[in-house]
């Protein structure tokens, strides 16, 4: 059977100054890039710059445009790319305690009985209202995925799930490849749709807790999806693998 298979790599967005003073943002605080994020969004371009992307996805806030702009910027093949930018891969918005320090947000949620991440502060966004908006977010970037690139289906392929530790792990023979670069707590949740709802296993080697971590700034996630198409010509998802979660190796480098 027809199928068209993608791959989906998320990157964190690069540190800001409230990410080093240990700081919340949210959606409140829309913060630009410190010089070590430019410097971490510099090497994630570096690291990423022949690897072949044929959609940019990027959430509508500052830090995460930078991070998607310095990344495209070093890659041939997003030369002339229209950079989408969707309000669907905001930052988690945490309410009442956003600006303020992290520490005093888990504070707040030990004295309401509650850890983190499952507190949700007064005025802020519940977790289940995160996975929302990434469930309609995958759903939005299926049928786009779909209708731009059917063209490519060919008929289902063995997929190895090896990782050897490179930029391009997991692309070969796959033809088309979405960036998508989003925040730290969306980015969680997007994983935890993508394991729980989605049913991908976890990759070769890990646990469910490093999995469900929070992503290092310009860590990154990969996944490779399968979609057919449908009798009422929709797409959906048929088949999802994990290559790997929360790489860092390029800033650390």
Not at 220 to 242: A, N, P, Q
Request: charged share 25%.
């Amino acid at each position: 059977m027809a199928a068209l298979r993608f791959g989906l790599t998320l990157v964190r967005h690069g540190e800001t100054h409230y990410n080093k003073e240990g700081l919340l943002q949210g959606q409140t605080i829309d913060a630009p890039l410190s010089e070590t994020g430019l410097q971490q969004a510099e090497a994630a371009g570096r690291y990423l710059k022949d690897v072949t992307f044929s959609n940019v996805f990027v959430s509508d806030m500052l830090r995460a445009q930078q991070t998607a702009e310095t990344i495209v910027k070093h890659n041939s093949s997003c030369s002339g790319l229209e950079i989408s930018r969707d309000p669907l891969l905001k930052e988690r918005s945490f309410g009442v305690a956003e600006g303020g320090r992290v520490t005093d947000f888990k504070e707040m949620a030990k004295a309401a009985g509650q850890t983190l991440p499952g507190f949700t502060p007064p005025k802020g966004e519940t977790q289940e209202q995160v996975k929302e908006r990434v469930r309609e977010f995958v759903e939005k970037m299926l049928q786009r995925m779909g209708d731009e690139h059917w063209h490519h289906s060919g008929e289902d392929e063995a997929w190895s799930p090896a990782v050897e530790g490179k930029p391009d792990d997991g692309l070969r023979g796959v033809p088309v490849h979405a960036l998508v670069i989003t925040h730290g707590a969306y980015m969680r949740e997007a994983v935890h749709y993508i394991v729980d709802e989605l049913h991908c296993p976890l990759p070769v080697g890990s646990d469910r807790a490093h999995v469900l971590s929070l992503s290092p700034n310009t860590g990154m996630c990969r996944f490779i999806l399968t979609v057919r198409k449908r009798l009422d010509d929709r797409f959906e998802l048929s088949g999802i693998r994990c290559v790997f979660v929360h790489r860092g190796e390029h800033v650390r480098q």
